[in-house]
């Protein structure tokens, strides 16, 4: 899915990281400082939450990381029945025009029938939003797409600039890589948690608390791989929002990289009912 944001008086975040990016294209290669705390949130968006970075054209050329595919249940406040569901992937590209994004991720959702039952589904997926044509409701360029369970173990990877990987590490089965479609610009790279559109942002389904780890980056300015606590063009951390102008409370908690795996979490707070 494209992003829906905006920022809260952050927006010199963003012209700093591009005033950096072209610093970095001028003078040479940036040197990989130690680390960066990544605490304080830069961007509100109403279906993303987690880390991205900026560049310039063609600068991120691979992305990945892993998760645990997260179990849910239905809300009971959820009367209307209206779809529940939430989203995790990897990304290139997609943040200054959204047919540009690369995706390959897990999503988990709940939908209802007509006579209110719950019907509870989970899939890994590959996405490029630059295709024309749209496969499904949710409209979502979808390439590819299979069955996966709660709590499978994933891994996911997208390389510039259009090739895609995902592996089901607990069912011992893989996609990819495979390359289709439009290319990415490859000016972001991100690590999302989503609550996808089902004709409209859905409830977020309560997925508790989910962690990316092994979070890579591979940017032309630096040799070798970059891990997500490392200074890389500075990543900036976005949080889901009910509605940016409407009701601004937080859907979710993105709490600090962590180091020692380079990882972070996003804690579910509201599906927004």
């Known amino acids: 899915?494209?992003?829906?944001?905006?920022?809260?008086?952050?927006?010199?975040?963003?012209i700093f990281a591009t005033l950096l990016a072209l610093c970095f294209s001028l003078f040479g290669s940036a040197t990989v400082a130690s680390t960066v705390p990544v605490s304080?949130?830069?961007?509100?968006?109403?279906?993303?939450?987690?880390?991205?970075?900026?560049?310039?054209d063609g600068e991120y050329t691979r992305?990945?990381?892993?998760?645990?595919?997260?179990?849910?249940?239905?809300?009971?406040?959820?009367?209307?029945?209206?779809?529940?569901?939430?989203s995790i992937w990897v990304g290139l590209g997609g943040v200054v025009n959204s047919n540009h994004l690369v995706q390959a991720g897990t999503t988990q959702d709940i939908s209802y029938d007509a006579q209110g039952h719950a019907h509870t589904r989970y899939y890994a997926w590959?996405?490029?939003?630059?295709?024309?044509?749209?496969?499904?409701?949710?409209?979502?360029?979808?390439?590819?797409?299979?069955?996966?369970?709660?709590?499978?173990?994933?891994?996911?990877?997208?390389?510039?600039?259009?090739?895609?990987?995902?592996?089901?590490?607990?069912?011992?089965?893989?996609?990819?890589?495979?390359?289709?479609?439009?290319?990415?610009?490859?000016?972001?790279?991100?690590?999302?948690?989503?609550?996808?559109?089902?004709?409209?942002?859905?409830?977020?389904?309560?997925?508790?608390?989910?962690?990316?780890?092994?979070?890579?980056v591979f940017s032309t300015k630096v040799r070798g791989e970059l891990h997500?606590?490392?200074?890389?063009?500075?990543?900036?951390q976005w949080t889901m929002v009910i509605d940016r102008q409407h009701d601004p409370r937080p859907m979710v908690e993105v709490l600090p990289v962590r180091e020692s795996d380079s990882s972070f979490t996003v804690k579910w707070l509201l599906s927004g009912l």
């Open 63 to 86: 992305v990945e990381a892993e998760w645990n595919v997260p179990c849910i249940q239905p809300d009971p406040r959820n009367t209307s029945h209206k779809p529940e569901a939430s």
């Open 126 to 216: 590959f996405a490029n939003q630059g295709f024309s044509n749209p496969r499904d409701k949710e409209d979502k360029k979808v390439l590819d797409e299979t069955i996966v369970h709660c709590g499978d173990h994933m891994i996911a990877r997208v390389e510039g600039p259009n090739s895609l990987y995902i592996r089901d590490v607990t069912q011992n089965r893989e996609r990819g890589p495979v390359s289709a479609g439009p290319d990415s610009d490859q000016r972001t790279a991100e690590l999302i948690v989503e609550r996808p559109k089902r004709g409209g942002p859905s409830y977020l389904a309560n997925f508790q608390q989910t962690t990316l780890s092994q979070c890579k």
């Open 228 to 236: 997500l606590g490392q200074f890389a063009g500075i990543p900036t």
């Open 40 to 56: 304080n949130t830069d961007m509100v968006s109403n279906n993303w939450s987690g880390q991205v970075f900026y560049g310039a």
């Open 1 to 14: 899915m494209s992003p829906s944001f905006m920022t809260q008086s952050k927006r010199l975040s963003l």
